[in-house]
């Protein structure tokens, strides 16, 4: 049974860094591609960033580009999202989510495991 579970999540001023962590248990994380997606109040789950599994080739949304990175590391089985000058706008809740191969893809459909999500706000 492949379980994620995010965490890093919380409360932090605008202008802050904040580093979001998900571990994956239950299979060979690097066998497969990573993702964080998260989900702004009223609105759907959109995609942030994607990472193959290897690490070599990784894809981030043209809006979170320069302030958003994702990395991993399979060793620890974990990958990460890492946010900075973090704005109120970006106040949501991000899910990691993983999928059985290794390539890349935006589409929420072709994510085969999902955290539980974590929360993040971003106050004035």
């Known amino acids: 049974q492949v379980q994620l579970v995010e965490s890093g999540g919380g409360r932090v001023q605008a202008g802050d860094s904040l580093r979001l962590s998900c571990t994956v248990s239950g299979s060979t994380f690097s066998e497969y591609a990573s993702a964080w997606f998260r989900q702004l109040p009223g609105k759907e789950r959109e995609f942030v960033a994607a990472i193959n599994w290897s690490g070599s080739y990784d894809d981030v949304d043209m809006d979170l580009k320069g302030r958003f990175s994702i990395s991993r590391d399979n060793a620890k089985n974990t990958m990460y999202l890492q946010m900075n000058s973090l704005k109120p706008e970006d106040t949501a809740t991000y899910y990691c989510?993983?999928?059985?191969?290794?390539?890349?893809?935006?589409?929420?459909?072709?994510?085969?495991?999902w955290g539980q999500g974590t929360q993040v706000t971003v106050s004035l």
């Open positions: 989510a993983v999928r059985r191969l290794n390539y890349v893809t935006r589409m929420l459909d072709r994510y085969d495991y």
